[in-house]
């Protein structure tokens, strides 16, 4: 079993930065890949950026690409999103997942473990 905890979240004015974290206890994540997922009040859940086991390789949703930066720490068992330049319509509870393979995935189908989630708040 493995359970997630995402922290770092909170309120932020338009165009400034937070950083989430995501650490997991029960089983190492070292060799499977993370993501990172939003959902806004009546949105789907929707993906946000994704990470292989080995840290190399990323993928990033548009509204996300050079504003957002997903890291890991295996050592530390733990997955980051750091993010910039943030807008009202990041407002969101942001939820980290692991993967049921090693390679970046997009979908939420290809997701097993998910954690409690984390809210963003961005004011304008």
């Known amino acids: 079993q493995v359970q997630l905890v995402e922290s770092g979240g909170g309120l932020v004015q338009a165009g400034g930065s937070l950083r989430l974290s995501c650490a997991a206890s029960?089983?190492?994540?070292?060799?499977?890949?993370m993501g990172w997922f939003r959902q806004a009040p009546g949105k789907e859940r929707e993906f946000v950026a994704s990470?292989?086991?080995?840290?190399?390789?990323?993928e990033y949703a548009d509204s996300a690409k050079g504003r957002f930066t997903i890291s890991r720490d295996n050592a530390r068992n733990t997955v980051y999103l750091q993010m910039n330049s943030l807008k009202p319509e990041d407002t969101a509870v942001y939820y980290c997942?692991?993967?049921?393979?090693?390679?970046?995935?997009?979908?939420?189908?290809?997701?097993?473990?998910w954690g409690q989630g984390t809210q963003v708040t961005v004011s304008s």
């Open positions: 990470i292989g086991w080995r840290g190399s390789s990323t």
């Open positions: 029960g089983r190492t994540l070292s060799r499977y890949a």
């Open positions: 997942a692991r993967a049921r393979r090693t390679y970046v995935v997009v979908t939420t189908a290809e997701y097993d473990y």
